[in-house]
């Protein structure tokens, strides 16, 4: 399980690549950066569903514990790291020459539009960086700078895309998964109700899809309609996964006729619950080494984009980077340093913050003992 979540975080670090003036280096895409986002929602799904449904989150303040430790799992890395990129962006907008491509420049767009933006345009601008909440519906408005307002609707001369204010274009996805963790438990923990909210997905029109939160819980619901066929071989749930499954292939046809890659997608769903056993089956030594490569792919997933940026943004580097476009040194400079950096940031904030959680849900949840099943997600 933890080789293919880690798989999964190097395929959007490779995926973002693809933005000019990058490159694929050594032309490795892997699953592909949108593919593997949809596939990360339905291994959190089985993993969230693991969690709730275990033993330590059925007495005393499961419900405030729970939500701690997932706020305490995604926030004091992501904040470091976003400190670590507006410093990176502070750096280049002072004239070090640090590049984000056709993708634009967040860091820019804040510096130049910050002050003209309207009162309700500065808290929308500020929350979303700190937070990651509402990113995923930036990107889906317009920023415009002669009224200082974001607007929905067509864009028109002048009007910047709301997501280039996101400091870390990446962590849209992280501020949908917030969401997943604020309904979670209240849905997962029940097979029956994972299966109701499903069909609601599948039965309102496409129009009710404006931001990537409605699109992805279908991928999370669909992750936790696995898990509990996992948890109970029975004929009730074997039904339920496949009807999620059909269901979900009928989301994504609808949302996207002509993307064919959906059914790639399926298929490595379907592969979440063998993945876990396998894991769970392996020795104790080899268990503990797949965790730890499991842990790699949050902080992977959060470095990867300013390494990018930082290596091969500087004016300085771009030509000789670029005369060695698809070469293997691009992809060790690439891909090694983001697992460089990904280790440090696991070592000085992952692995204390977890010791600290870890105490604390103890504290909230006197009493109860951690299931088996669940592994640190």
């Known amino acids: 399980m933890g080789i293919l979540r880690l798989f999964l975080a190097l395929s959007v670090a490779a995926g973002h690549t693809l933005f000019p003036p990058y490159g694929p280096p050594y032309g490795i895409t892997l699953f592909g950066g949108p593919r593997s986002v949809l596939v990360f929602f339905a291994v959190s799904g089985f993993l969230i569903a693991a969690t709730l449904c275990g033993s330590r989150y059925r007495s005393g303040h499961w419900l405030l514990s729970f939500w701690l430790n997932r706020a305490l799992r995604i926030y004091p890395s992501y904040l470091i790291v976003l400190g670590i990129t507006v410093l990176c962006g502070w750096l280049g907008h002072a004239g070090l020459g640090i590049g984000f491509g056709d993708i634009g420049d967040p860091w820019k767009n804040i510096v130049d539009n910050f002050s003209e933006a309207s009162l309700q345009s500065k808290a929308i601008i500020v929350f979303s960086n700190l937070t990651t909440i509402s990113q995923d519906a930036l990107r889906n408005i317009w920023y415009r ?95 339920l996964t496949l009807v999620a499954f059909l269901m979900l292939g009928a989301i994504c046809f609808r949302l996207h006729p002509e993307n064919y ?116 997600v």
Request: net charge neutral; charged share 15%; proline share 6%.
């Open 145 to 239: 700078p002669p009224t200082g307002e974001f607007v929905a609707g067509a864009k028109m001369a002048g009007d910047i895309r709301g997501l280039l204010f996101n400091v870390l274009g990446q962590a849209w996805s992280i501020g949908v998964e917030v969401l997943f963790y604020v309904l979670a438990p209240f849905i997962v923990r029940r097979a029956e109700l994972v299966a109701t909210v499903l069909l609601l997905c599948a039965l309102l029109p496409n129009a009710t899809y404006p931001f990537e939160f409605g699109s992805s819980l279908p991928f999370f619901l669909t992750g936790a309609a696995c898990y509990h066929l996992y948890a109970t071989r029975n004929a009730a749930n074997t039904l």
């Open 261 to 376: 890659g959906y059914a790639k997608i399926l298929l490595l769903i379907a592969s979440i619950p063998f993945c876990f056993e396998l894991s769970s089956r392996l020795p104790v030594v080899w268990r503990k080494i797949d965790t730890v490569i499991g842990d790699m792919s949050y902080p992977v997933y959060l470095v990867h984009f300013v390494w990018m940026q930082t290596v091969f943004g500087y004016d300085y580097l771009v030509e000789p980077l670029l005369v060695r476009h698809h070469s293997a040194y691009q992809a060790l400079l690439y891909y090694g340093g983001c697992l460089v950096l990904a280790v440090l940031l696991a070592l000085f904030v992952e692995v204390p913050m977890e010791r600290y959680r870890h105490r604390l849900g103890k504290r909230l949840t006197t009493g109860a003992q951690e299931s088996p099943l669940v592994l640190v």
